[in-house]
């Protein structure tokens, strides 16, 4: 449990060897080096490690004899190939046929290796996923699947360690998008019971009166419809964890027997006879403040307070912006693997971009944005052009029309014009936007716009807008 992730790095140049092993280890992992792969698989015999980083060209045993050999040993650590420029192909290959984890392209990116030896080491899930994500906490910044570097991040991990291996019911609470899942997911397999299923059940999305049926199960011909005896989540869910998804548009009368079971563990089928007892851990979420919905009646108290034996609440992302960096490049890695491309970064100006965005859409709306630019770029770094509209600075710098005669702005004064945008689709804008500004009043409006009035009227004709 103290120990710190192992990496072993295979490459024929001793110069390479020992920089990569520099730069690990200042990462705070432990390294140790093999110069072909034959020298690896002695190594692995005493060195136990978590990932492999192997260059593929080597004498005597090269990468792909390393991959085959550790295939056929059928222990294979996440192993991430390194690959010279123009190799995609043969890199990919290694991928789909070999069983490689990922590749990364000489001259390699330090960022992008650290990112992807803490998303290969936390994908290494079967071989001991507990001793994995312990070990990751050792040096930060990193939880399983779950990315960030910011204090308010830090906090939770070290919740989701405290509250992971017990039973306890657990809260989460947090805007949409911000990792509610993620975080309900994540104590599942930092618990003894991440072997067991984990059964998610969005109660928003069934109509109240199958919710029940879904919870508990029935028995054949207790409600019309019910030709069959199904088995509820809480069944399905046994030995493993059951998340109850916007656990506040659950029904009341439901919420009454949810909190019983949650005393007494024992489930009863809708229509049946017989309790039976259940060893299910429960946790839930809401995106709304749980205070307000119980003061607003959509949460029982009683149950409230069952449920907030450990209550985690994930800050929507423009409060922990410090985050983004680190989260967009682990999500790149993903999205790179779910798409064959090979994106390394963002160049500072999407950053920047990223750093003045509001993201209400939390980090679902960066995945989706990073997804669009990751497919669009296909390989080096994402540019800014590749970003949505809302993200492009054109729209800054249209932002703010010449209006000499206008006020200091009050955050109103201002008009996007997307690319894309026609001239004549640009003047209605700005002359509307301008009549907007002036309360309607068109002469001050065409002072402003430097047309007559005369003109301002004719346009407004043609737009059908010009009530007298
Ligand atoms: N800290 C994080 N690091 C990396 N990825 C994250 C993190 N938090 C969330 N994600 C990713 O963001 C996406 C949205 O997360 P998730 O589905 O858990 O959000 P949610 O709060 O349940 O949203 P909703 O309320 O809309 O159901 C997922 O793809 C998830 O993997
Ligand atoms: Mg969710």
């Not at 103290?2 to 140049?13: A, G, Q, S």
């Not at 998303?119 to 050792?138: D, I």
């Not at 890695?333 to 993201?359: G, I, Y």
């Not at 703010?400 to 997307?418: E, F, K, N, R």
Request: proline content about 5%.
């Amino acid at each position: 449990m103290d120990r710190i992730l192992n990496i072993l790095i295979v490459d024929d140049e001793s110069s390479q060897r020992t920089g990569l092993a520099g730069m690990v280890k200042a990462w705070g992992m432990n390294a140790e080096t093999a110069s072909d792969g034959s020298d690896a698989l002695e190594k692995l015999e005493k060195f136990q490690a978590d990932v492999i980083v192997t260059d593929l060209n080597m004498p005597h045993m090269d990468g792909y004899g390393l991959l085959k050999a550790l295939r056929e040993q059928g222990d294979m650590p996440p192993t991430i190939v390194l690959t010279g420029y123009g190799n995609v192909e043969t890199a990919l290959r290694t991928v789909h046929e070999m069983g490689a984890y990922w590749f990364i392209e000489k001259p390699i990116q330090p960022s992008m290796l650290q990112a992807l030896l803490r998303r290969a080491a936390a994908h290494s899930g079967l071989r001991n996923e507990k001793k994995v994500l312990e070990r990751q906490l050792q040096y930060k910044g990193s939880l399983g699947e779950m990315v960030g570097n910011s204090p308010r991040m830090q906090e939770i991990f070290s919740l989701l360690q405290q509250a992971g291996p017990s039973k306890a019911c657990v809260l989460i609470s947090g805007e949409s998008g911000t990792g509610k899942e993620l975080v309900a997911r994540t104590l599942h397999v930092l618990s003894p019971r991440r072997q067991g299923p984990f059964v998610a059940i969005n109660c928003a999305a069934l109509p109240e009166t199958l919710i029940e049926s879904e919870l508990f199960g029935h028995e054949k011909g207790s409600f019309t419809g019910a030709s069959e005896r199904r088995a509820g989540c809480f069944e399905v869910a046994q030995h493993g964890t059951i998340l109850l998804d916007e656990i506040g548009e659950m029904p009341m009368l439901t919420q009454a027997k949810l909190l019983r079971i949650l005393e007494d563990s024992k489930v009863r089928r809708l229509g049946g006879k017989t309790e039976f007892e259940v060893d299910v851990r429960v946790v839930a979420a809401t995106n709304k403040v749980p205070d307000d919905a119980v003061k607003g009646g959509f949460l029982r108290e009683d149950l409230f307070y069952r449920l907030n034996v450990f209550h985690i609440h994930l800050p929507p992302l423009r409060e922990r912006k410090d985050d983004i960096l680190e989260i967009a490049e682990a999500l790149i890695v993903d999205l790179n693997r779910k798409h064959d491309t090979r994106v390394s970064d963002l160049v500072p100006e999407v950053l920047e971009a990223f750093q003045r965005h509001n993201w209400p859409g939390n980090i679902r709306e960066l995945r989706n944005v990073l997804e669009r630019a990751v497919i669009i770029t296909g390989e080096g770094s994402i540019p800014l052009k590749n970003l949505p509209v809302t993200f492009q600075p054109q729209n800054a710098a249209v932002a703010a029309p010449a209006m000499p005669d206008a006020p200091p702005s009050a955050g109103d004064d201002s008009l996007h014009v997307p690319i894309g945008t026609t001239v004549e689709q640009a003047e209605k804008g700005l002359i509307l936007r301008t009549l907007e500004f002036t309360k309607n009043n068109k002469t001050r409006a065409a002072e402003i716009l430097g047309i007559s009035l005369k003109t301002l009227h004719n346009k407004l004709k043609e737009y059908g807008r010009d009530t007298p």
